[in-house]
């Protein structure tokens, strides 16, 4: 392929990645040279925002408290439900990290 053709496949290559992209994240990229760069962007981008992700789901984790009114069934689901969001963000806990938690989490 001669450099045109390069050209003409990359600029076909941003704007089909700019077609899926949020607003918020396409204004990130508006001024990428490349689609390489481009890329580069949206996947530093990306991180952040999976850094962000799991620092919030450990933040209600950290912050779920049984009340005396609620059911325990309830609040295992609850529980279950975070555990497997942070599985979901590539962040396992064993089972004794998970039983410290719930018992943390019980009433006086």
Not at 22 to 45: A, P, Q, R, T
Not at 53 to 81: G, I, Q
């Amino acid at each position: 392929m001669d450099d045109d053709d390069w050209e003409e496949l990359d600029a076909l290559t941003m704007s089909t990645i700019r077609l899926h992209l949020v607003d918020s994240v396409y204004f990130i990229v508006l001024d990428s040279k490349n689609s390489k760069e481009l890329w580069k962007k949206v996947c530093k981008h990306m991180r952040r925002k999976l850094q962000q992700t799991k620092c919030f789901y450990m933040r209600k984790l950290y912050d779920l408290r049984m009340k005396d009114s609620d059911s325990v069934a309830s609040h295992l689901n609850e529980f279950n439900a975070l555990c497997s969001q942070l599985q979901d963000q590539k962040m396992t806990m064993d089972d004794e990290l998970k039983s410290a938690f719930l018992l943390c989490m019980l009433p006086a």
